[in-house]
């Protein structure tokens, strides 16, 4: 299985309420950011059989966002195994519900999303986890197997508004006119 897992995108300041943070929203950067990261993912060809979302707002705008502009048809399934308050043994049962799926995109938030991520990189029996940073908007690309998963690429979304830029601008070199 290959294993998408992307941090929300950029939802402004965190509300010092927790009801009115769980309703916070994307901001215009964070939408924005969805879109180019959706570009790259249409010139790199990847397509997701299935996009879990944990249940607050940001995190489904990011994967609505994403999801229809990469073509993605299907109802986003919610899990709460990728809220703020998830498990490790929660995100564990989440991949085994996964398994028979081929491109799976999950979204999801700090700080359980950065140990997620690293607990799959690291062999259970170490006792031990890797330490990953995302970023919001940043999307890591695992390939599962047995044994501990194999990152395959990171983009942060420096790099994302990079590859956005690039592969947005005329092929056409510039020439003065005299």
Known sequence: MNLFILRHASAG?????????????????????????????????IQFDLIVSSNLKRSLQTASLVGTETGYESPIQVSKALS????????????????????????????NINTFLGSLLVPA????????????????????????ATLQWLLDPR???????TSTKSSRRKTSRK
């Open 13 to 45: 300041t965190r509300r010092a309420n927790p009801l009115l943070d769980v309703k916070r929203p994307l901001d215009k950067d964070g939408k924005r950011h969805c879109l180019q990261l959706a570009h790259v993912l249409n010139a790199l060809n």
């Open 84 to 111: 703020p308050e998830a498990t490790t043994r929660d995100f564990q049962h989440l991949l085994h519900e996964c398994r028979d799926r081929e491109n799976v995109l999950l979204v999801g938030h700090n700080p």
């Open 125 to 148: 029996s170490t006792h031990a986890t890797a330490q990953v940073r995302l970023r919001k908007g940043s999307l890591a690309r695992l390939s599962l197997a047995r044994g501990p």
């Open 159 to 165: 790099t994302v508004r990079a590859l956005y830029a």
